[in-house]
């Protein structure tokens, strides 16, 4: 790999900065994740789940595009050529989780149950790291087990280049966390207005869609340049 990890880090940052909306609309789509426990109306909570569901494939379309160089296609057609990829993606990532709860429930202590989820989430994300941007660089073709282990191939071909976007990965659960207390204390349930609850949890929000943008726009551009990709790109197209 010709180039240093610093610079798809900051190519990440000039995408993102070139293209506020989107990073604005996925913060505010992933906005329910931080309010569950709070006042919030419960028709809102929904309409911010449903939103989280039904932007981001067309978010990362649109990134992904731009990591590609191509000619941006119509809302639609990006929600189209992107959404069943994404929720199989999603499956991906919440099976092993859900499926080492399901056996292990009875033996981890109900208080470190929602420890233990974050912490099997944070190791499959940080495997399955270059696989979001694959599914999504690799266009309509549909997921198939191989593109799970060429995914899972790069992170280690490239660890070195990995580290830093699997630190930044795990690293992202925690200082989430600790900007979502410095809000919670800063501003109780109890003392707020529902505008002012929504932004204060908007924020953290809008960090956490940070990190995730700028690790699928490295991984992506890091997969673009490697052998393998091209490789199993044209090993799919044949």
Known sequence: MEKDIKFYFFESFRIINSNRLLL???GIAITNLATKNSVLPQGLLLFLSILSFLIMPVIYGRFTEIIKGEKPETLFKVFRKHLLN????????????LLFLFIFLRIVPEELVPATFSVIR???????????????????????FTTVVMG??????HFRYSVPLIVLNIGSYFIYQIVFKIFESALPVENANIL??????????????FISITLFIAAGMILIKEPLYKNYINSQST
């Open 196 to 209: 002012m609850l929504l932004f204060s949890r908007f924020l953290p929000s809008l960090l956490g869609a």
């Open 24 to 26: 604005f609309v996925h």
């Open 86 to 97: 994404y929720f199989i993606y999603l499956f991906c990532l919440m099976a092993p989780t």
């Open 152 to 157: 899972v191939k790069c992170l280690f071909a």
């Open 122 to 144: 944070s190791i499959t994300t940080s495997l399955l790291l270059y696989v979001f941007p694959l599914v999504f660089l690799q266009g309509k073709q549909l997921i198939k």
